[in-house]
Every structure is written in C-alpha cells, then in structure tokens.
C-alpha cells in the first residue's frame, strides 16, 4: 500500500495552511496514496500565546474539511495535529485519523509536551499553551494497527514500545521539531524507534521558519522496520511517498525477536 507524508512551513494563516495541505493531499492521492499523513500543528503555527484563539472543537471546521476530501478522495487521512479546544486557558494538540467514508476513527492527544530550555538555542514551554493527553492509541485499519505519537514523544522509547504491545505495525510522527534538536537527533530517534519495535515509522514534519521568529527541522521521512530510511523530503513543501508491506515488519521480527525474547518479569 501506498502512503505519503506531507512536509509543511506552515504560517499563523489558518486559511493558507489549510488550503496548501488539502492541495497536497489531492496530489499524493492522485499519485496513488491510500493514507496521507500531516504534519504536527499543520493549520496554525505561530505565537504560543494565540494557539487559544485558533483551537476548534472537532469536528470542527478543519476537521470537517479533511473528512469531506477524505471521503471525496476514497484514502485514509491522519490531520498531523490541529488544535482542539480545551479550557479557557489551554487547548489539546491532537491527532485524529480520518478513514476513506469520512469518519474520525481514532483522536489521540500528545501526551508528552515540550518543556525544554537549552541555553542560547531553545527555550519552549507547550504545557503553558497545551492541555497533556492521558491515553495510549492505536487504530486498526486495512492496510494495518496503526500507532500515534506527536513530535517530543519519540523522545519517550517507552510510549512507542507500548503502542507495539498493543500491536501496531506503523507508527505515525506528526512533528513540529526544532532546527537544532533535529540536526542531532531527528533521524537517530527516528530510526532507533523503528529499529527497536521492528514496525515502519512515518514521520512529517514543518521545516523552515514561522512566527515569531523560531525554525523547523523537516527532513520528514519514512521508516521500514529494518530501520532504513526508502523516503526523504527536500528542504521544501512536498509530499514523499513509500510502498509499506508488512510482511516486512513480520519478517524483522522474525530474523531478530527481540520482542518475543523480552524479559518484562525481570525489568
């Protein structure tokens, strides 16, 4: 089956952002794509303190426009991550998977949220926009379980293994991950995470500069359960594309069975 992660610079222009994903969507679908993934964030990125203003309830009317082009385009759609209405103080960054009928099948909120302060690079505090989410989550689908994780998540090897363990195959990263983090460890987490649950990893993400003065990685790319990169974005908006077969990811864990050889009674 074919899949597409889109790489978004999206702005604090909700309309544009949007308008430029769906435009993509229709592309990759065109191309072939049963499940086209989104990046974190993909409507609204700009100053943390505005993020209120822009969260919807869903379905809402983001939400409302992927299901209509999913259900126009017969493929499966996962958001990335909009904002959804919380409390009058915060929102939730939140995942949803969309199949090709139009129905929201899965919402997942970030669960683990980007509090971090390197001196002279990074400075961010997401729990100060963004409500945490509690639930772990996974979605059947046809062409496999899917499992959802949202950008600083992959810094938690414990989440990714714990989708596993409920049985998902593919692993979905919506990201939003900042220039400097990601020139280090972008790809090295990435693959780590495919390489140690033996499933296909889908990462997209926002590259380039938005407001108020902060950049993005990109470098979005796809993941087979061997841990070898077979699609990378250029520095740009596009979409990149991969066959995913999960004979594959039973063929991995076969050759090498770390899962089954775990020792959870001991560790």
């Not at 610079?9 to 049963?34: F, P, W, Y």
């Not at 929102?91 to 919402?107: C, E, K, M, W």
């Not at 280090?184 to 938005?210: D, K, M, P, T």
């Not at 790319?221 to 039973?250: F, H, Q, S, T």
């Amino acid at each position: 089956m074919k899949v597409a992660s889109i790489q978004l610079n999206s702005q604090d222009n909700k309309e544009m952002n949007v308008q430029k994903a769906l435009t993509l969507i229709e592309k990759a679908a065109t191309d072939g794509a049963k499940l086209v993934v989104l990046p974190e964030y993909f409507n609204f990125l700009g100053d943390d303190k505005e993020k209120i203003k822009h969260a919807e309830s869903i379905p809402g009317p983001t939400s409302t426009a992927l299901m209509e082009k999913a259900k126009e385009l017969g493929i499966y759609i996962h958001c990335g991550s909009i904002l959804e209405k919380g409390d009058e103080k915060r929102s939730y960054n939140t995942s949803l998977l969309i199949d090709d009928q139009g129905n929201i099948v899965a919402t997942y909120r970030k669960i683990h949220l980007f509090d971090v302060e390197i001196e002279g690079r990074v400075v961010a505090k997401e729990s100060d926009s963004i409500i945490p989410g509690d639930q772990v989550v996974t979605a059947d689908t046809p062409f496999g379980k899917l499992g959802f994780a949202i950008c600083y998540d992959l810094r938690f090897p414990e989440l990714f293994r714990s989708l596993v363990l409920k049985g998902a195959q593919i692993i979905v990263l919506p990201a939003a991950f900042t220039l400097y983090t990601g020139i280090h460890h972008w790809e090295v987490l990435l693959r780590a995470r495919a390489i140690e649950n033996q499933c296909y990893v889908i990462a997209s993400g926002q590259f380039g500069s938005y407001p108020p003065n902060r950049t993005n990685f990109g470098s979005s790319m796809i993941i087979d359960p061997w841990g070898i990169v077979v699609a990378r974005a250029p520095e740009m908006e596009c979409y990149i594309m991969a066959d995913l077969d999960l004979n594959r990811v039973k063929e991995s864990r076969e050759r090498v069975p770390c899962l089954s050889n775990r020792k959870p009674s001991i560790y």
